[in-house]
């Protein structure tokens, strides 16, 4: 297990490759972003949105993939207030326990800027059981939602004929992973491996009917090849934290007051729910790293911490899975608090985790010690 030497992130993360010196791609891509001609990129948006824009009032322009969240708030100022777009918004709700916070913003989102929002919400029958499937054989409890949150909008932007569909950020390219190129386009995004494909056979054997399992396969190339969905971070600077600083300016709240979660460094990301955090803890026990480490390694890029500062945070919360966490995919899935943690238990990776006299899953010392003083 290896650390970049400039943020904290491991070569365990799915995809993400290192130059000879040991700096993570997503280092290295935010070091170009620094060269980029940022005005030109704009007026790329714009011909883009003039080549989509409708002629009649009324009619939508583009489709935005949303979830109420901070970037959220930002993609839809860029769309509508900048590009002068009129869009229409569409969500995929999960199925836990909903913030104060997260009720808040997925109305605000709405009223802020003045848009109408389509709520897909998935079969929760179906939804119980793929969720508890997932999480005991592969570790993804959350892959069920994660994969209608990236089909479901390019089935609608085809259904309604809406050809410019909107989304935030290229994941792979701003933080590491299959498809690490910079591209504009956002075709290839459902085969970028955070959700991937799965036979649906399984979920039938596992006693979900074939007839709800709607969504679940990736569109058609055909489908594709109709719509043109795209990165707004190609075209905009993308950093999480201006986006943040934006978003309250509209309305956006974050967890202050409300909860401090054990396993995260801080109160703004990721923020609807309860129990869908646990698919990003997940890759705690799996990859050695989970929320602490990929906030702390992009601070760390964006010069807001030191690299010292930044290891200090993700040893001391990485581990630390919130309870309500736990308690919320517990009570949708029907487990217990035992039968949860009996099958956590099995997806520890032994090759980078051993147990502590506490009886507790911590990373090796020689991982713990490389990701201090990294050597490449």
């Given at each position: 297990?290896?650390?970049?030497?400039?943020?904290?992130?491991?070569?365990?993360?799915?995809?993400?490759?290192?130059?000879?010196?040991?700096?993570?791609?997503?280092?290295?891509?935010?070091?170009?972003?620094?060269?980029?001609?940022?005005?030109?990129?704009?007026?790329?948006?714009?011909?883009?949105?003039?080549?989509?824009?409708?002629?009649?009032?009324?009619?939508?322009?583009?489709?935005?993939?949303?979830?109420?969240?901070?970037?959220?708030?930002?993609?839809?100022?860029?769309?509508?207030?900048?590009?002068?777009?009129?869009?229409?918004?569409?969500?995929?709700?999960?199925?836990?326990?909903?913030?104060?916070?997260?009720?808040?913003?997925?109305?605000?989102?709405?009223?802020?800027?003045?848009?109408?929002?389509?709520?897909?919400?998935?079969?929760?029958?179906?939804?119980?059981?793929?969720?508890?499937?997932?999480?005991?054989?592969?570790?993804?409890?959350?892959w069920y939602v994660d994969r209608l949150l990236y089909t479901v909008p390019l089935y609608y932007?085809?259904?309604?004929?809406?050809?410019?569909?909107?989304?935030?950020?290229?994941?792979?390219?701003?933080?590491?992973?299959?498809?690490?190129?910079?591209?504009?386009?956002?075709?290839?995004?459902?085969?970028?491996?955070?959700?991937?494909?799965?036979?649906?056979?399984?979920?039938?054997?596992?006693?979900?009917?074939?007839?709800?399992?709607?969504?679940?396969?990736?569109?058609?190339?055909?489908?594709?090849?109709?719509?043109?969905?795209?990165?707004?971070?190609?075209?905009?600077?993308?950093?999480a934290v201006k986006n943040y600083e934006f978003a309250k300016t509209r309305g956006f709240k974050?967890?202050?007051?409300?909860?401090?979660?054990?396993?995260?460094?801080?109160?703004?990301?990721?923020?609807?729910?309860?129990?869908?955090?646990?698919n990003a803890w997940m890759k705690y026990p799996k990859y050695g790293h989970a929320y602490a480490?990929?906030?702390?390694?992009?601070?760390?890029?964006?010069?807001?911490?030191?690299?010292?500062?930044?290891?200090?945070?993700?040893?001391?919360?990485?581990?630390?899975?919130?309870?309500?966490?736990?308690?919320?995919?517990?009570?949708?899935?029907?487990?217990?608090?035992?039968?949860?943690?009996?099958?956590?238990?099995?997806?520890?990776?032994?090759?980078?985790?051993?147990?502590?006299?506490?009886?507790?899953?911590?990373?090796?010392?020689?991982?713990?010690?490389?990701?201090?003083?990294?050597?490449?």
């Amino acid at each position: 297990m290896k650390f970049c030497t400039k943020c904290i992130m491991p070569d365990t993360r799915p995809g993400i490759t290192f130059d000879q010196n040991g700096v993570c791609i997503a280092c290295q891509n935010h070091e170009r972003k620094k060269e980029v001609d940022w005005d030109a990129r704009y007026h790329e948006l714009e011909l883009l949105c003039d080549k989509y824009r409708r002629k009649k009032p009324g009619e939508y322009d583009c489709l935005i993939a949303v979830s109420g969240g901070k970037d959220s708030h930002y993609q839809v100022h860029v769309m509508k207030e900048l590009m002068g777009m009129n869009p229409l918004l569409i969500t995929v709700e999960d199925f836990f326990t909903m913030t104060e916070a997260g009720k808040h913003n997925i109305k605000n989102i709405s009223e802020a800027f003045g848009c109408n929002l389509i709520s897909f919400k998935p079969d929760r029958r179906a939804a119980k059981i793929i969720s508890r499937y997932m999480f005991e054989n592969y570790g993804r409890p959350l892959w069920y939602v994660d994969r209608l949150l990236y089909t479901v909008p390019l089935y609608y932007a085809a259904k309604l004929d809406i050809p410019l569909l909107v989304y935030g950020e290229n994941v792979s390219y701003e933080y590491g992973g299959v498809d690490d190129k910079e591209t504009y386009s956002a075709r290839e995004q459902v085969f970028n491996g955070v959700a991937p494909g799965i036979d649906l056979s399984e979920f039938v054997s596992a006693g979900v009917p074939e007839d709800e399992l709607a969504y679940l396969e990736a569109p058609s190339r055909e489908l594709l090849s109709s719509i043109d969905p795209i990165y707004l971070s190609y075209f905009v600077e993308w950093n999480a934290v201006k986006n943040y600083e934006f978003a309250k300016t509209r309305g956006f709240k974050d967890l202050t007051h409300e909860w401090d979660r054990t396993n995260h460094i801080e109160n703004f990301n990721q923020i609807d729910s309860y129990g869908y955090l646990l698919n990003a803890w997940m890759k705690y026990p799996k990859y050695g790293h989970a929320y602490a480490t990929d906030y702390a390694a992009r601070w760390a890029r964006y010069g807001m911490l030191s690299r010292e500062q930044a290891v200090s945070l993700a040893e001391e919360r990485d581990h630390a899975l919130d309870p309500k966490i736990v308690e919320d995919f517990c009570n949708f899935t029907g487990m217990t608090i035992t039968e949860f943690y009996q099958a956590l238990e099995k997806l520890y990776n032994k090759e980078l985790f051993e147990k502590n006299a506490l009886g507790q899953w911590r990373l090796k010392p020689e991982y713990i010690e490389e990701r201090r003083n990294p050597k490449w």
